[in-house]
């Protein structure tokens, strides 16, 4: 893959603090991100659609990237953990605004369904945008993001501490839910929608 995004002499993704070892930058990340979504989480602002998508991912990674908030220009696979290795092949790059216009116009979610098809409809929404994978970083959390400021802004209550301290099982989730097996994805939902009930 030419990755226009990393350093060619470290292989670390180019990034507003000049750091090039990985380990850091996933530090430094995590501890930015960290209060940016918090930022986020606290406004209860919210317009469904493909670009107040751009804007959450912008506001996320606003200090860390110079391409935050834009479509990717690439081509992407990444090998996956849960796949024991086998890659995954996103969206083509140059079909990216078209598609991901087309889950926000065809896959908005009925919130006066049962929890149940709630759940289905939101695992579809979600795969589908993952599956493009529309960023060249930071898609799980953007997706995940969206989702709960979303479900909240529907008046359904959720518990979102289930969903914040679980991004890599998420993450493993939406891989097997674009292999036709979304069990884990709707169970991780509906135990934050049931939780929610409860709080």
Known sequence: MNDIYTDKSTGVLINKLKITDPELLKQAEADIVIVRLKEILGSEDFTYGYESYLKLHQQMFQDIYPFAGELRKIDMQKSERIL????????????????????FKEKEINFEASKEEIVAQLVDFMSSIWEIHPFREGNTRSIITYTMKYIRHSGLKIDENLLLQSFAY?????????????????????????RGMKL
């Open 84 to 103: 024991s290795g086998f890659p995954m092949i996103f969206g083509d790059k140059s079909q990216i605004s078209k598609q991901l216009r087309k889950v």
């Open 170 to 194: 998420i993450r493993d989730a939406l891989v097997m839910s674009v292999y036709q097996e979304p069990k884990y994805l709707e169970k991780i939902l509906l135990d934050s929608i049931e």
